[in-house]
């Protein structure tokens, strides 16, 4: 493979962002941090790398290394560069921002294309009113620090308009949203955003007491290990990272475990294998594509199924054209058989 060319700021020093290890360390996968380190290492060295070298290094496979690389990517952190055969010829590191760089990524990437912007995530905070109201409301004040220790920092202006609206204008319960953090904390998740979504799911769900709670965590436990026993993994437990993936399957896509499994059967009867990228690009496709039962899924097929006969029926009419003006080309002297025939 070429070498990999390693532009961005100018950095003297291997110095990682503190912003990058408060919000995104806890909640990457280990391995992933391991080749960011290594990358900024090289970069300040102003060394060349490549892609087999880094996995030597780190004695992983070159798919662990391209699948990190992807990963910052996707999280806004590094901006690659591909040549014709989609191997990757430069990474260019982007600003480690306080509210993430994904954002920033995007919209370098719509300037370059010239695509419309995409819409951002809608921010939940409480209205003027209940913001006076939980501003006298002891419960809420002792509920913000107790989410603070728990994160490990003082809560700011948009994690306690997160809270606020999750407390105030939704009424979950103090002892729930704590409960929330503290199972968020211990799983590797420290955004408050990753938070407020499964806080969303709940209530959507009419989950109102922690034994609720606990009753959905269980029930999530299990859908992992029924995804990992569809792919033929069910003697391990999930990766954080495998976690992740199956959240935004089951949280941000909102999709049951009888659509996730479909997508893992249809992966193993195409790869042979697990992939939970690929199982995701199948889940993402029907997100798009407004899926939301099993017999969405199904009318999805019988409308590809219509278009591929359609696609074979043109063909095969194409082909008869071109037999038949083939057969009209041969240009038999029909007179001179005639002639020859009688003698």
Request: proline residues 3%.
């Amino acid at each position: 493979m070429a070498n990999i060319i390693l532009t961005g700021a100018e950095n003297s020093v291997t110095a990682v962002s503190n912003v990058f290890i408060d919000r995104y360390l806890p909640e990457a996968d280990g391995e992933y941090v391991k080749i960011y380190l290594l990358l900024w290492r090289f970069y300040s060295g102003h060394r060349e790398i490549t892609v087999p070298q880094l996995a030597d290094l780190l004695d992983d496979t070159e798919k662990d290394i391209i699948r990190a690389l992807r990963y910052w990517a996707k999280k806004g952190l590094l901006k690659l560069s591909l040549d014709q055969n989609k191997e990757i010829t430069g990474i260019c590191f982007l600003p480690v921002e306080e509210t993430g760089g994904q954002e920033q990524a995007q919209e370098q990437e719509q300037t370059q294309t010239s695509a419309a912007a995409k819409p951002r995530e809608k921010v939940h905070a409480p209205g003027a009113a209940m913001r006076r109201k939980l501003a006298a409301d002891e419960e809420f004040g002792q509920l913000v620090y107790i989410v603070g220790k728990y994160l490990g920092e003082p809560l700011k202006s948009t994690g306690s308009d997160i809270l606020g609206y999750l407390y105030g204008e939704l009424k979950m319960r103090s002892d729930l949203l704590e409960y929330l953090v503290e199972t968020c904390v211990d799983a590797g998740h420290k955004s408050l955003h990753y938070i407020e979504k499964i806080a969303l799911d709940w209530h959507e769900k009419g989950i109102t007491t922690v034994d609720q709670a606990r009753e959905q965590d269980a029930l999530c436990r299990r859908q992992y290990y029924q995804v990992l026993k569809a792919f033929g993994l069910g003697r391990r437990g999930p990766a954080p990272e495998e976690k992740k993936q199956m959240d935004v399957w089951f949280y941000d896509y909102g999709f049951s475990l009888d659509i996730v499994l479909e997508a893992c059967s249809r992966t193993i009867r195409s790869l042979h294998e697990p992939s939970f990228e690929y199982a995701g690009g199948i889940l993402s496709d029907w997100k798009k594509k407004g899926v939301r039962r099993r017999e969405d899924i199904d009318e999805l097929d019988a409308a590809f199924a219509r278009e591929k006969e359609a696609a074979r029926s043109r063909r095969k009419d194409a082909s008869r054209t071109n037999r038949f003006h083939n057969f009209d080309q041969v240009g038999y002297d029909y007179d001179a058989i005639v002639k020859e025939l009688n003698g």
